[in-house]
């Protein structure tokens, strides 16, 4: 606890102090501009990923960035999201999964949990949709591979899940709210979105309107990685994927092209995916329905 008391003096008189208009601001009321669902595993740090100042984001966090049908429980969740969307009047809600998560590992081996820890292994029965998935339709996979797949799946999982809240029905509807899901993987820094009309994970700035595009957004970003080359990610990834096409693969070391359909496309890949597995994975589970 030493260190974290060190750090609150240190927010004192170094960040506060040095944005006091910011705080001044905050005092008389929030107004975020994304609801921000994710895991609660701390190697996941919503403001420090996408780089947000306190009252950009209003953030839910939970074992394995799950969220319950709705009236299947009677936790936070639930609250927190009708807050954000009909009282806060946000408009933009990200549902962001990651790389190694702890949850999602229990959920692949659900009925071991309930002696040991009951309270989550009720939890995560409300990714079972989830679970069941993976057993009926993934049984070719296993270890690393079934994790990874497991992770992409339950981010489209809860999307669903998030559809059956009458306040998220209904902004939908009226064209007033848009749903990201999102894959952070801890490894490469690298972050990629779902695309339903493309099934495919694509960089998140290709989901932009073009009048949001700027030249910064399309520029390739780079960092070295101790015992790897210069990893550079791919900033222009694929425009259109079928369920036919295969999706060309970009290595951790940096970017590779491949033709698809005549025209070279690049997409991003997780170091923690074999190329057919991330085939499967950035075409999501649209292409097992």
Known sequence: MKDIIKGL?????????????????????QH?????????DSRIDPNLLTQTQPGELFVIRNAGNIVPPYGATNG???????????????????ICGHSHCGAIKGLLKL?????????????LQHAEATRRLMKESYGDLEGEDLLDMAIAENVLTQIENLKTYPVIRAKLHQGKLKIYAWIYDIDTGEVVSYDAERRAYVP??????????????????????????????????????SASTPVAQATPHGASSTPSNGDAQRHYAFSWSSPEQADRIYRGSANKR
């Open 9 to 29: 003096r240190t927010f004192k008189s170094r960040y506060f102090c040095s944005n006091q208009e910011l705080f001044e601001e905050l005092s008389h009321g």
């Open 32 to 40: 975020p501009k994304v609801l921000f669902i994710t895991c609660s």
């Open 76 to 94: 936070g969740e639930g609250a927190s999201i009708e807050y954000a969307i009909h009282a806060l009047g946000i408009e933009h809600l990200v």
């Open 111 to 123: 009925s071991s949990l309930e002696e040991e820890m009951p309270l989550v292994h009720n939890w």
């Open 204 to 241: 998140p700035h290709t989901q932009l309107h073009p009048s949001e595009l700027d030249p910064e957004l399309s520029a390739p970003v780079a960092c070295e990685i101790p015992g790897l080359a210069p990893a550079s990610a791919p900033a222009n990834a694929t425009i259109t994927v």
